[in-house]
């Protein structure tokens, strides 16, 4: 092997823009400009121009960071009533101290709703990263522990304000408290947590506004003049409120709509014995026009943690335009909340869970709706197949409710970006769907959010859903949808490492096939089956599986399937000490792959990486190290970066085999880098186990 040049490192350096490509004997590399730098995240919304009061609880919470003691960040625990405030003051006091934690303000809503239940902490998390950037260019590991550790090991090294909204367990707090006194984390709850208590929480409790202040709060709403004119009216409506500030705010907007109506006969004050915030919130709700109190009552029933005006547009039945004033103008009532902007969903609400149960609709109008939300989640989710996994098999589909208006799905960067955005709702939108024996659109759902599964790796919601996917298929009775969700379920199994699961599922698909002899299934059952052998190191036991696959594959001129196949047995043999024989298959697995229409770059690459070790098996070191090098570009530019990782592994073990230790060394540790900024942590402990292996050469 030529010695590598003396100029060169072959050191990768993991960033966040992306892998850096360093080749000393590769020509005719194309680099790709970093990306530019990301703005710190200010996750804070701002703060209500009538926010009143509450100076005293500032000064208390700024008194509670003097004297912190070194070790974990501090938490702060902010509890009070429904609409007492607590989410305010934590975003007015946060803002003022933006200086204090400049790597930026994160904030995660911990029950958004009542759909879907409480958050764990994995999924807060992944909340907590990607408002980092950290999953913009690849994939956040999928075991839970992973998760949070990636998330601790980053915060470790940043002064950062979290904000955690709603919180009901300290299980949903503990998990995710940075091990530095830079951060801080602020929770507000409705009740005290004593279990955070016992790990040093300071707890701050919100009292309701004083009389004084609450008839200044009605009056910042309302004008000075009109309060004035019925000073009485309304410290009377301030007493019924009780000093909630949420109960005010909807008091005041039903009186902003009715101008010319005094004070003194405002609804609120003929309730009498109920609730504060029900009373006022059911008021607000009667007062509604038409328009507003029908797209409320339907948006309502879509089972989906949060809500944009394209998703409530086709589950009503309204049209696009005419949704999303509607929803700003719930929100100015205070009956939606108004949680954020995404990049591809635009604006996104939150019904507030106590206007969500005075809400009451017929079963036949909810069937509608969820109805109409799963068509939606359909064609969108079909949409991104064609952009990022075009060979995937597509099910029969109902066609009932087309959306009028459909995200634009335009490129790969937006199909992920919206497979992402909605991963909260998958599955709430499942649950409804058992519910309501949506049987069909459930396993279809399922089957075409494929490219969350494979492209964006979400193992930890794959098993899960497609055990669903599998209950709903057999339900629906449909052979092909049974088959289908029975070797998806086989492949999410397999990931996992639960290999004898993803047999004994692949051994029933292959059954079912052969019942409706049909070739093409069972060629791709038969391949599952090898591919799980190979994963377990059992090579000897995968090659007649592959072979059998691989000829049936021939049978049907099924190029793709030939060419996935070819690659694992092309490396069984290498593996065994049969380069002669896996080469030529690795090739023709290349040449295989590279014809496709459409093209399939993703397997095009591993083809490259798995012939490049076959050839370093072979001694052929030089084309080895072209050959990988070329994959490692090729994985970066599609932005996967496990793949890209592991095609850096090969490297350092094709430096190895040609004698190059301190060569395999740098690639090794380059490989590490990118491992442990994916946050998988057995991934970082082999390479680990490499980089020791090497030293004690």
Same mark, same amino acid.
Not at 122 to 137: D, K, T
Not at 265 to 288: F, G, K, Y
């Given at each position: 092997m030529t010695a590598p040049l003396p100029?060169?490192?072959?050191?990768?350096?993991?960033?966040?823009?992306?892998?850096?490509?360093?080749?000393?004997?590769?020509?005719?590399?194309?680099?790709?400009?970093?990306?530019?730098?990301?703005?710190?995240?200010?996750?804070?919304?701002?703060?209500?121009r009538v926010f009143t009061d509450r100076e005293h609880d500032e000064a208390a919470l700024d008194g509670l960071l003097t004297g912190l003691p070194e070790g974990t960040a501090p938490v702060i625990v902010i509890t009070g009533?429904?609409?007492?405030?607590?989410?305010?003051?934590?975003?007015?006091?946060?803002?003022?101290?933006?200086?204090?934690?400049?790597?930026?303000?994160?904030?995660?809503?911990?029950?958004?709703?009542?759909?879907?239940?409480?958050?764990?902490?994995?999924?807060?998390?992944?909340?907590?990263?990607?408002?980092?950037?950290?999953?913009?260019?690849?994939?956040?590991?999928?075991?839970?522990?992973?998760?949070?550790?990636?998330w601790r090991s980053i915060a470790a090294t940043r002064r950062l304000l979290v904000t955690l909204e709603d919180a009901t367990s300290a299980d949903q707090v503990l998990p995710l408290v940075p091990a530095t006194a830079d951060c801080l984390v602020v929770v507000t709850s409705r009740a005290p947590m004593p279990a955070l208590a016992a790990h040093g929480a300071h707890h701050h409790h919100l009292a309701p506004l004083t009389p004084a202040h609450a008839v200044r709060l009605l009056a910042r709403i309302l004008g000075e003049d009109r309060v004035s004119a019925e000073p009485g009216a309304a410290e009377a409506l301030a007493r019924t409120c009780g000093g909630n500030p949420l109960a005010l705010g909807l008091a005041a907007s039903e009186a902003v709509l009715a101008p010319t109506?005094?004070?003194?006969?405002?609804?609120?004050?003929?309730?009498?014995?109920?609730?504060?915030?029900?009373?006022?919130?059911?008021?607000?709700?009667?007062?509604?026009?038409?328009?507003?109190?029908?797209?409320?009552?339907?948006?309502?029933?879509?089972?989906?943690?949060?809500?944009?005006?394209?998703?409530?547009?086709?589950?009503?039945?309204?049209?696009?335009?005419?949704?999303?004033?509607?929803?700003?103008?719930?929100?100015?009532?205070?009956?939606?909340?108004?949680?954020?902007?995404?990049?591809?969903?635009?604006?996104?609400?939150?019904?507030?869970?106590?206007?969500?149960?005075?809400?009451?609709?017929?079963?036949?109008?909810?069937?509608r709706v969820v109805q109409c939300y799963l068509?939606?989640?359909?064609?969108?989710?079909?949409?991104?197949?064609?952009?990022?996994?075009?060979?995937?098999?597509?099910?029969?589909?109902?066609?009932?409710?087309?959306?009028?208006?459909?995200?634009?799905?335009?490129?790969?960067? +937006?199909?992920?970006?919206? %497979?992402? *955005?909605?991963?909260?709702?998958?599955?709430? #939108?499942?649950? /409804?769907?058992?519910? &309501?024996?949506?049987?069909?659109?459930?396993?279809?759902?399922?089957?075409d959010l494929w490219p969350l599964f494979h492209r964006l790796r979400r193992t930890d919601l794959s098993v899960p859903c497609h055990t669903l996917g599998l209950g709903f298929a057999r339900l629906w009775g449909h052979r092909l949808a049974i088959y289908e969700?029975?070797?998806?379920?086989?492949?999410?199994?397999?990931?996992?490492?639960?290999?004898?699961?993803?047999?004994?599922?692949?051994?029933?698909?292959?059954?079912?096939?052969?019942?409706?002899?049909?070739?093409?299934?069972?060629?791709?059952?038969?391949?599952?089956?090898?591919?799980?052998?190979?994963d377990a190191g059992q090579y000897a036991a995968a090659?007649?599986?592959? +072979?059998?696959?691989?000829? %049936?594959? *021939?049978?049907?001129?099924?190029?793709?399937? #030939?060419?996935? /196949?070819?690659?694992? &047995?092309?490396s069984a043999a290498a593996r065994q000490g049969n380069t002669d024989l896996g080469?030529?298959?690795?090739?023709?697995?290349l040449a295989d792959l590279e014809s496709l229409t459409p093209p399939d770059p993703l397997n095009a690459a591993r083809a490259k990486v798995f012939l490049g070790e076959a050839q370093s098996l072979a001694g052929q070191?030089?084309?080895?190290?072209?050959?990988?090098?070329?994959?490692?570009?090729?994985?970066?530019?599609?932005?996967?970066?496990?793949?890209?990782?592991?095609?850096?592994?090969y490297l350092g073990q094709a430096a190895e085999r040609g004698g190059l230790p301190e060569v395999a060394a740098s690639w090794y540790s380059a490989s590490q880098d990118q491992y442990r900024n994916l946050g998988s942590s057995r991934d970082v402990e082999r390479l680990h186990n490499r980089l020791l292996a090497l030293l004690h050469q």
């Open positions: 100029s060169v490192s072959n050191r990768i350096t993991g960033t966040r823009s992306g892998p850096v490509v360093q080749t000393g004997q590769v020509r005719d590399v194309h680099f790709h400009p970093a990306a530019p730098p990301r703005p710190v995240p200010r996750q804070l919304t701002a703060v209500t009533a429904c609409g007492i405030g607590k989410r305010t003051l934590a975003t007015r006091w946060g803002h003022r101290h933006t200086e204090r934690y400049p790597d930026g303000q994160l904030l995660v809503r911990l029950r958004a709703s009542s759909v879907g239940g409480p958050a764990p902490a994995a999924q807060i998390a992944r909340s907590l990263l990607l408002g980092l950037g950290e999953g913009e260019r690849g994939h956040l590991p999928w075991q839970d522990a992973d998760l949070q550790a990636l109506r005094p004070l003194v006969h405002h609804p609120a004050l003929a309730a009498t014995d109920v609730e504060i915030v029900p009373m006022t919130t059911a008021l607000a709700l009667t007062s509604l026009p038409e328009p507003e109190a029908r797209l409320l009552r339907l948006a309502a029933l879509v089972p989906a943690p949060d809500l944009d005006h394209l998703a409530v547009a086709a589950a009503t039945a309204t049209p696009a335009a005419q949704t999303l004033n509607l929803l700003h103008e719930l929100a100015a009532r205070q009956l939606l909340e108004h949680t954020g902007r995404q990049s591809v969903r635009g604006d996104v609400y939150r019904i507030r869970p106590e206007v969500r149960e005075l809400i009451r609709s017929p079963t036949d109008t909810r069937q068509d939606h989640l359909i064609a969108t989710a079909q949409d991104t197949i064609q952009r990022l996994t075009p060979h995937h098999r597509v099910l029969p589909r109902q066609h009932r409710h087309h959306p009028a208006e459909r995200f634009p799905i335009t490129d790969d960067r +937006t199909a992920q970006e919206w %497979l992402e *955005a909605i991963t909260p709702a998958v599955l709430p #939108a499942l649950a /409804a769907a058992r519910e &309501l024996d949506e049987n069909q659109a459930a396993t279809v759902l399922v089957h969700m029975t070797t998806t379920l086989a492949i999410s199994h397999k990931r996992t490492g639960a290999r004898e699961e993803a047999l004994r599922l692949y051994e029933e698909g292959r059954a079912l096939a052969t019942e409706d002899q049909d070739s093409s299934r069972i060629a791709q059952c038969t391949a599952g089956i090898g591919a799980t052998l190979y090659e007649p599986e592959l +072979t059998r696959a691989i000829t %049936l594959y *021939a049978d049907l001129g099924d190029r793709r399937g #030939a060419g996935l /196949a070819e690659i694992l &047995l092309g080469i030529p298959l690795l090739q023709q697995a070191h030089d084309p080895a190290n072209w050959t990988i090098n070329i994959a490692v570009q090729e994985f970066a530019h599609l932005g996967h970066r496990h793949w890209t990782a592991h095609a850096i592994e």
